[in-house]
């Protein structure tokens, strides 16, 4: 695939001397600065959008140097010194080797199958970056702040990160050997797979050796959590401690007395923090199967009570997203809800011989399903009653069914009113957020509320079944033809 930028091409001149130079969109490929006798520095040069692949560079100076949404891949720095921002760049098979780097900001960066040996990191920033199959080797750590990191099957050899900020960690099936970590941050650590053995605890240079038991120390910490404003620390504690004991506690009850509490803080940024980081840990131990789907739904319930669209915007635009990305991979994976009963209650419009079009219409799409081999079995849903009048049919079906109906109806971009039940049964029955649109007063205010309901819509498409359906629809009569008012219950 050709570059969308057309990169100019880097040429070693043999100039030791390459200080504040623009390198903006070059390529560097296939040099080898080892070899010099004299090492290039690059001081306060320029690499923002450079594309590096396979370079050898081995002390070089890159102080006050800037990358920005760079692209540097199967390449090595050896004994290099940086002092340096990262911005937005992607580093794939690099390593480093002995590298320094003192007073560096990694900001939204991604390193695949990088190594780290030796060396040091100090006085620097690490926010938002993602370090997938890498591996972290002796590397000294001093005076930094690494916040919101998510390690992917990497790997820790003597590293110790008690002596600097290291919270909202994310770790998904990484190996440890010989990890120092401060327990005061230990509860902001979303983990997946094993974690505790080769791991220490140390606070203000000091090793702790009270605990000779992982379950003991989660004790210590939830009963200090469940004191102070750490709600969101005290949530995954909770899981932690029923993954690491193997207990098959109810969180559902601790859930809701920390959500209570939650909800009476104001203060701002404690109560969004703590709001967002459990819509995170949700999410997480869900595709981590540390939550199952029945428990799952239980704790969205209760926390989405204390959701105020108007007063918690950010957090409700990131709730409501995280369940639709959980709604898409249900309708993908059908068998995940396929034993989860829901009831469906759907009101039609009052018109003669619209009950029995509306029932052929859900056997046709029952009938697509079973032929795709979506689901086993022959029935994927059962009338429950019929009142008359208004004509109210209510059904039960598996969930991953129903929210197969439900995605049709969207796709068709149906104007069904989806009223928020009294369960609150999230997306699928939640106030529409364009009514929010209607009420904001502000210019500023109206172009957020777009923004975050244009990225949530663009979601609602279940590109699985919507050609099949649509034949369907065309058959028998879209939905929005005689549906009037949709309600679903777990």
């Known amino acids: 695939m050709k570059d969308i930028v057309k990169y100019k091409q880097f040429f070693d001149d043999g100039r030791d001397d ?103 990191i100090i006085d620097s920033t690490v926010q938002n970056c993602t370090y997938i199959s890498s591996k972290l080797d002796r590397i000294e750590f001093k005076e930094n702040t690494f916040e919101d990191i998510e390690f992917d099957k990497s790997t820790f050899f003597s590293i110790d990160l008690a002596n600097m900020t ?88 601790y859930f809701k007395q920390i959500i209570v509490r939650l909800d009476k803080i104001q203060h701002p940024s404690i109560r969004s923090y703590n709001l967002s980081s459990i819509i995170k840990a949700l999410n997480f131990y869900l595709n981590s199967n540390l939550l199952q789907i029945r428990e799952y739904f239980d704790l969205i319930r209760a926390f989405e009570q204390i959701i105020d669209p108007y007063k918690d915007f950010t957090e409700f635009g990131l709730f409501k997203a995280f369940y639709n990305q959980f709604e898409k991979n249900l309708i993908e994976f059908p068998q995940k809800g396929e034993d989860l009963v829901v009831k469906a209650v759907f009101e039609l419009k009052e018109k003669e011989g619209l009950e029995l079009i509306f029932e052929e219409w859900l056997d046709e799409v029952e009938n697509f399903f079973i032929k795709q081999k979506l689901f086993d079995g022959v029935k994927l849903y059962n009338k429950v009653s019929v009142e008359r009048g208004s004509i109210i049919i209510t059904i039960l079906g598996s969930l991953s069914f129903i929210l ?87």
């Not at 500023?444 to 309901?453: G, I, P």
């Open 18 to 120: 390459r200080e504040s130079e623009n390198f903006q969109q070059f390529h560097f490929k296939d040099l080898n600065f080892e070899i010099r006798e004299t090492p290039i520095s690059f001081f306060r040069s320029d690499f923002r959008e450079v594309k590096m692949e396979r370079v050898l560079f081995m002390g070089n100076e890159f102080e006050r140097a800037d990358f920005m949404d760079s692209y540097l891949t199967d390449s090595t720095f050896t004994r290099v010194h940086f002092g340096t921002d990262f911005i937005n760049v992607y580093f794939n098979n690099v390593k480093f080797i002995d590298t320094q780097f003192d007073k560096c900001t990694f900001l939204r960066c991604v390193f695949n199958s990088c190594e780290f040996k030796g060396g040091h």
């Open 404 to 490: 197969f109906i439900i995605r049709q109806i969207v796709t068709l971009k149906s104007k069904v009113a989806r009223e928020r039940s009294a369960n609150k049964f999230v997306t699928l029955c939640f106030t529409d957020l364009a009514n929010s649109l209607k009420e904001a007063k502000t210019t500023s205010e109206k172009a957020e509320l777009a923004k975050v309901y244009i990225a949530i819509s663009s979601k609602d498409q279940a590109d699985l079944v919507e050609k099949s359906i649509s034949q369907i629809s065309k058959k028998l009569g879209s939905p929005e033809e005689f549906i009037k008012n949709l309600d679903v219950f777990l």
């Open 166 to 253: 290291a919270k909202d960690f994310r770790f998904r099936n990484c190996t440890f050997s010989d990890l120092k970590i401060d327990p005061d941050y230990l509860g902001s650590y979303l983990i997946d797979g094993d974690f505790f053995n080769n791991i220490k605890f140390e606070y203000r240079g000091k090793q702790i050796e009270l605990f000779k038991e992982k379950e003991q120390i989660l004790e210590a910490l939830i009963r200090l959590w469940q004191k102070s404003s750490r709600f969101y620390e005290l949530f995954n504690l909770l899981i932690l401690y029923r993954k690491f004991s193997g207990s098959q506690g109810d969180l559902r009850e």
